[in-house]
């Protein structure tokens, strides 16, 4: 298994465009996770899926971000009409629900920069 | 309101020598707390954890400690080598052992280990 893979790395868009990340999971990991971390600042929780069910989402995650899970497998995050704000990593990670423990591997991140 | 405060920025330390990099929490709800380390264009990589039924875990040259009635923890590296220069994210969960949810993290602690 090669870890937490995401896609794109780099984004570079313009105000107004939509944009979507992948991230694919360590496969058996059940639970995936978004966060997005801006400079100077810690992971900032968005939302996470436990399969394919979307168990809570951050006041952060405004209407215009929608993450999915469609098969319980790999996960998409897409922000629509992009803002200068949304300039940010975007990071992935996922776990493997266990009793007393919860260990998150993150992925590698995507970058993404709004002009 | 910031749950996990890391209040010190940055930290250098001389090759050879302890490093201490403090955590403070303020809910009392949270009952399992990790510490991360990031180095740059990488994400976070899971370094060690605790449970609020311990005070203190240790792995190699890694120990961290946890006081509960001052909602602290450090993170102690002996010795410090100059590939531990990175930046450090304490993070907590809550919900027996943190299984029921997200992970909140600090804004980081940046360690340079100097030769």
């Known amino acids: 298994d090669t870890g937490v893979s995401q896609d794109p790395r780099h984004k570079i868009t313009k105000r107004g465009q939509n944009v979507t990340f992948r991230c694919d999971p360590i496969s058996e990991h059940n639970r995936l996770y978004w966060y997005r971390q801006t400079l100077g600042q810690g992971p900032e929780f968005l939302t996470y899926?436990?399969?394919?069910?979307?168990?809570?989402k951050s006041r952060l995650l405004s209407d215009r971000f929608s993450a999915e899970r469609p098969k319980g497998s790999f996960s998409t995050l897409e922000i629509q009409r992009t803002e200068q704000g949304d300039s940010a990593m975007y990071l992935c990670?996922?776990?493997?629900?266990?009793?007393?423990?919860?260990?998150?591997?993150f992925g590698a991140g995507s970058r993404l920069t709004v002009l | 309101d910031q749950q996990v405060k890391q209040n010190s920025p940055s930290l250098s330390v001389q090759e050879g020598r302890i490093s201490i990099l403090n955590c403070d929490y303020t809910?009392?709800?949270?009952?399992?707390f990790l510490w991360y380390k990031k180095y740059p264009a990488e994400g976070p990589t899971f370094l060690i954890s605790?449970?609020?039924?311990?005070d203190k875990n240790e792995d190699g040259r890694f120990t961290v400690f946890l006081n509960k009635s001052a909602k602290h923890l450090s993170l102690h590296i002996v010795p410090s080598q100059p590939g531990d220069s990175a930046v450090y994210f304490c993070?907590?969960?809550?919900?027996?052992?943190?299984?029921?949810?997200?992970?909140?993290f600090g804004k980081g602690t940046k360690l340079s280990v100097k030769p």
């Open positions: 809910n009392s709800m949270f009952d399992y």
């Open positions: 605790i449970s609020s039924i311990k």
């Open positions: 899926f436990q399969n394919e069910a979307q168990l809570e």
């Open positions: 990670a996922s776990s493997l629900r266990l009793p007393g423990a919860n260990v998150l591997t």
């Open positions: 993070a907590a969960s809550a919900g027996y052992g943190g299984s029921q949810g997200n992970l909140i």
